[in-house]
């Protein structure tokens, strides 16, 4: 049930009660729905989104651009295994367009950054090319507009 899906993604916290009073449904029935999503890798975690500018933890963000030699038999898959496994490499996206994936890693400072695209990703040898872009301000995460105050799908603030 997309809805249910839809509701969670939204809002992790809601629980099998609240979902099931909203779509007028059994909370045993949402329950194991849920629970079947997880165990089927359909829901794969729950993480809050913070707005870490408003802390004092000091990190950088940064999009890397990679071009890359696919395997033959495995295509990105390979090459793919390879980056995500670095604890630096917060998302990993197969591309269409002028370049294959797109990491998004975070550092705590600039060089860091440098450091690993030069020392980790460009040194691996399926590595045609590199274009890294730093991240200078987010506007708009997962849906979240930063800085703004949080409404509701009615329109009130929560």
Do not use: C, Q
């Not at 809601?14 to 029935?29: N, P, Q, V, W, Y």
């Not at 999503?37 to 999009?63: C, F, M, P, Q």
């Not at 990105?76 to 496994?85: C, F, L, N, S």
């Amino acid at each position: 049930m997309n809805e249910v899906l839809k509701m969670l993604e939204n809002d992790g916290r809601l629980s099998h009660e609240s979902i099931a009073r909203m779509l007028d449904k059994e909370t045993g029935d949402i329950k194991k729905m849920v629970e079947d999503y997880e165990r089927d890798g359909v829901i794969l975690g729950y993480k809050a989104i913070i707005d870490w500018d408003k802390t004092d933890r000091e990190y950088v963000s940064a999009l890397i651009e990679l071009k890359i030699t696919p395997h033959i038999g495995h295509g990105y898959d390979r090459v793919a295994e390879k980056i995500y496994g670095y604890p630096e490499v917060e998302s990993l996206y197969l591309m269409s367009g002028s370049f294959d994936l797109a990491v998004l890693i975070e550092g705590k400072t600039m060089r860091e950054v440098a450091f690993f695209v030069a020392e980790k990703l460009a040194a691996l040898e399926d590595v045609i090319s590199t274009s890294t872009h730093f991240v200078l301000r987010k506007y708009k995460d997962k849906g979240i507009v930063y800085g703004a105050v949080p409404v509701d799908e009615r329109g009130n603030i929560i």
